[in-house]
Nanobody, 124 residues
Framework: EVQLVESGGGLVQTGESLTLSCAAS????????AAWFRQAPGKEREGVAC????????LYLNSVKGRFTISRDIGKNTVYLHMSDLRPEDTAVYYC?????????????????WGRGTQVSVSS
Protein backbone atom coordinates (compact mmCIF):
# COMPACT_ATOMS: atom_id res chain seq x y z
CA GLU A 1 0.00 0.00 0.00
CA VAL A 2 1.31 3.42 -0.94
CA GLN A 3 1.35 5.94 1.84
CA LEU A 4 2.82 9.39 2.53
CA VAL A 5 2.76 10.55 6.13
CA GLU A 6 3.72 14.10 7.05
CA SER A 7 4.84 15.18 10.50
CA GLY A 8 6.59 18.06 12.20
CA GLY A 9 4.02 20.81 11.91
CA GLY A 10 3.14 23.08 14.79
CA LEU A 11 2.75 26.59 16.12
CA VAL A 12 5.82 28.83 16.08
CA GLN A 13 6.58 32.52 16.31
CA THR A 14 7.80 34.74 13.50
CA GLY A 15 11.46 34.11 12.73
CA GLU A 16 11.55 30.59 14.14
CA SER A 17 12.22 27.35 12.29
CA LEU A 18 10.48 24.03 11.70
CA THR A 19 11.39 20.89 9.83
CA LEU A 20 8.63 18.84 8.22
CA SER A 21 9.09 15.17 7.42
CA CYS A 22 7.33 13.01 4.85
CA ALA A 23 7.77 9.27 5.30
CA ALA A 24 6.85 7.12 2.31
CA SER A 25 5.92 3.46 2.00
CA UNK A 26 5.03 1.38 -1.04
CA UNK A 27 7.54 3.12 -3.35
CA UNK A 28 10.98 4.73 -3.19
CA UNK A 29 11.95 8.37 -3.46
CA UNK A 30 14.93 7.05 -5.43
CA UNK A 31 12.47 6.61 -8.30
CA UNK A 32 9.89 9.29 -7.53
CA UNK A 33 10.14 13.05 -7.59
CA ALA A 34 8.90 14.75 -4.44
CA ALA A 35 7.33 18.05 -3.59
CA TRP A 36 5.85 20.07 -0.78
CA PHE A 37 2.67 22.05 -1.35
CA ARG A 38 0.72 24.28 1.00
CA GLN A 39 -2.79 25.59 1.22
CA ALA A 40 -3.86 28.50 3.38
CA PRO A 41 -7.53 29.13 4.26
CA GLY A 42 -9.37 30.62 1.31
CA LYS A 43 -6.40 30.22 -1.03
CA GLU A 44 -5.44 27.75 -3.72
CA ARG A 45 -2.86 25.06 -3.11
CA GLU A 46 0.60 26.19 -4.19
CA GLY A 47 3.86 24.37 -4.76
CA VAL A 48 6.55 25.38 -2.28
CA ALA A 49 9.53 23.17 -3.11
CA CYS A 50 10.26 20.13 -5.24
CA UNK A 51 13.08 17.71 -5.91
CA UNK A 52 13.73 15.38 -8.84
CA UNK A 53 14.39 11.66 -8.40
CA UNK A 54 17.40 10.40 -10.41
CA UNK A 55 18.92 13.87 -10.49
CA UNK A 56 17.72 15.56 -7.30
CA UNK A 57 17.62 19.09 -8.65
CA UNK A 58 15.39 21.45 -6.70
CA LEU A 59 12.95 24.27 -7.37
CA TYR A 60 11.42 26.72 -4.91
CA LEU A 61 8.54 29.14 -4.78
CA ASN A 62 10.03 32.63 -5.01
CA SER A 63 8.68 33.71 -1.63
CA VAL A 64 10.49 30.89 0.21
CA LYS A 65 13.83 30.93 -1.62
CA GLY A 66 16.67 31.24 0.84
CA ARG A 67 14.41 30.27 3.75
CA PHE A 68 13.16 26.77 2.89
CA THR A 69 15.24 23.73 1.90
CA ILE A 70 13.94 20.43 0.56
CA SER A 71 16.06 17.33 1.09
CA ARG A 72 15.71 13.57 1.21
CA ASP A 73 17.12 10.52 2.95
CA ILE A 74 16.82 7.56 0.56
CA GLY A 75 17.73 5.09 3.30
CA LYS A 76 14.80 6.29 5.41
CA ASN A 77 12.64 6.90 2.33
CA THR A 78 11.81 10.30 3.77
CA VAL A 79 11.68 13.79 2.34
CA TYR A 80 12.15 16.86 4.51
CA LEU A 81 11.28 20.52 4.32
CA HIS A 82 13.43 22.67 6.56
CA MET A 83 11.78 26.04 7.05
CA SER A 84 13.59 28.95 8.63
CA ASP A 85 12.74 32.60 9.26
CA LEU A 86 9.07 31.68 9.25
CA ARG A 87 6.50 34.43 8.64
CA PRO A 88 2.75 34.64 9.35
CA GLU A 89 2.11 34.32 5.59
CA ASP A 90 3.68 30.83 5.72
CA THR A 91 0.73 29.65 7.81
CA ALA A 92 -0.97 26.81 5.94
CA VAL A 93 -1.53 23.09 5.78
CA TYR A 94 1.57 21.58 4.18
CA TYR A 95 1.24 18.51 1.97
CA CYS A 96 3.84 16.11 0.66
CA UNK A 97 3.42 14.68 -2.84
CA UNK A 98 5.25 12.18 -5.04
CA UNK A 99 5.40 11.75 -8.81
CA UNK A 100 6.55 8.74 -10.82
CA UNK A 101 8.89 10.98 -12.79
CA UNK A 102 12.52 12.03 -12.90
CA UNK A 103 11.64 15.69 -13.00
CA UNK A 104 9.73 17.59 -10.38
CA UNK A 105 7.58 20.67 -10.79
CA UNK A 106 5.72 23.10 -8.57
CA UNK A 107 2.46 22.41 -10.38
CA UNK A 108 0.06 20.01 -8.68
CA UNK A 109 -0.78 18.14 -11.86
CA UNK A 110 1.17 14.94 -12.37
CA UNK A 111 1.65 14.04 -8.74
CA UNK A 112 0.48 10.50 -8.12
CA UNK A 113 0.42 10.32 -4.36
CA TRP A 114 -0.44 12.84 -1.64
CA GLY A 115 -0.22 12.91 2.12
CA ARG A 116 -2.97 14.18 4.38
CA GLY A 117 -1.10 17.29 5.42
CA THR A 118 0.33 18.86 8.55
CA GLN A 119 -0.62 22.27 9.94
CA VAL A 120 2.00 24.98 10.24
CA SER A 121 0.94 28.14 12.09
CA VAL A 122 3.19 31.17 12.49
CA SER A 123 2.18 33.84 14.98
CA SER A 124 3.28 37.46 14.69
Amino acid sequence: EVQLVESGGGLVQTGESLTLSCAASGFSFRDYAAAWFRQAPGKEREGVACMGSTVPSTLYLNSVKGRFTISRDIGKNTVYLHMSDLRPEDTAVYYCAASNSDLASLGARGYDYWGRGTQVSVSS
